[in-house]
């Protein structure tokens, strides 16, 4: 009985799982029934499947042909099977050698004239096929250079059907992938353009030294924007192993840049208030796609206007912003993305928001309505909170040439590499990341430096997750002084920081 295995990628989330599809020509009525948990478009594959064979000049096999896909309990969604699908046919039918689809990953579309077609998730899934043992994988041309990123396989790339076949024969060969060319990066904006606001500045530079979360509250025009969006330039340049977290995420929604697919710089992503839960968290029906949380891994998930978004919004990043991941579930399975984002909220004080704050016209209850729609719980997970005032004329001119981006950054990038000399054993990268116990137990301070920071938990000015977040701000503040550890100054400082009063 005649029968080919080839392989492909199931892909949950980032996640990839090998696949083994197997071709069995049997007698009988012409039949192809295809097994293994495939989603509709994926069933739709045996009708692509015998167009492109027929098309690419070779024939179809007379008599019952059977399609397995293994494991047969995964969830298996997509086009991308069509390809190792026609191989395993062909080497079924003895049209083709079998060898070579044997130990390559095969992940392609085929259109009906036998065209091989792009599909999403060709990196993480050759990240998969090579965690996996696997070293060959054939893709579309088109996805050469995303296939390219995977060191350790040897990635060649079809425009036809006719084009595997003949490279299966030893008649012809494959195209090999290209090197990516230079990218050109826009200029970040630069952090001289702010005027004023030296307590914003600030914090926007220990936020980005320490990776923490941020948020921004004043009335209209003083600059909360502007100071978001210079966050990026101050952040470090990607490891090769985040940006292929990055890029992968990218992958997977479509969106990766053919000029430059791996992403470097840290992510910004400034969603709209407007937007839905399943945009900003991830969703869909079968298996849910990333969410906008999920693109800003690794980078800065802007909130403007963060009052206006909604409790139900709002508090659907509480558990993302703990977990540094996002787990949603739907029909067809339960998928895992990255989502360990800085999240920087910026507000106005009032629903009026007038550019004075005394000719606002809103009641005292009117304002802590509006404020009162970021929770307790979430502003709890912020670990710097800071109050803008409107510049005056006077301000403009003290201030003189404001510090740009370049001078920032080199203070930043000093307190981040101690941070990370301190915690490289622990596999964390920033003072954001290490768990509130780690801070009590290992690293403890002394009472006299704490003493502050206890005083405020017995009042209940503190919560115990506050208190661990101000620690945390404390080793940040310590690392861009230089010092070994955080003195008192640094605890009080955190605290202020953490003062509800400038949300």
Partial sequence: MPLARTWSVALLGIDGKPVEVEADIGGGVPKVTLVGLPDAGLREAKDRVRSAIRNAGEPWPDGKVTLGLSPANLPKLGSAYDLAIAVAVLAASARVPSLKALNSVLLGELALDGRVRPVRGILPGLLAARAAGMRRAVVPRESLFEAALVDGVDAQGAGHLRDVVAWLRDEGELAPP??????????????????????????????????????????????????????????????????????????????????????????FVAPHHSVSVAAL?????????????????????????????????LESLRTAL???????????????????????????????APPRETDCTCSPSARRRYLARLSGPLLDRVDLRVRLRPLTALSLHEAGTPEPTAAVRERVLAARERAADRWAERGWRTNAEVPGPILRREFALPGSVTSLLDRGLDRGAVTARGADRCLRIAWTLADLAGLGRPEAEQVASALEFRDRRAA
Avoid at 227 to 238: F, Q, S
Wanted: glycine share 12%; proline share 10%; net charge negative.
């Fill in 178 to 267: 290209s090197e990516p060319g230079e990218p050109v990066e826009e200029p970040a904006p630069d952090l001289a353009d702010v005027v004023g606001q030296p307590e914003a500045r600030w914090a926007l530079e220990v936020a980005a030294a320490g990776g923490h979360n941020l948020l921004l509250t004043g009335p209209p025009g003083v600059g909360k924007t502007m100071l978001a969006r210079r966050l990026p330039g101050l952040l470090p340049v990607l490891s090769r192993a985040e940006s292929l977290e990055v890029t992968a995420v990218q992958s997977v929604d479509g969106s990766l840049s053919v000029s430059s697919p791996l992403v470097k710089v840290p992510p």
């Fill in 281 to 313: 968290i991830g969703g869909g029906s079968g298996l849910a796609a990333p969410g906008l949380i999920s693109k800003a891994h690794r980078g800065v998930l802007f909130l403007d206007e963060a009052a206006e978004f909604g409790a139900h919004r």
């Fill in 322 to 352: 703990e977990d540094g991941e996002v787990r949603i579930a739907r029909q067809r399975g339960s998928v895992c993305y990255p989502a360990r984002f800085q999240l920087v909220l910026a507000t106005n004080p009032c629903p009026c």
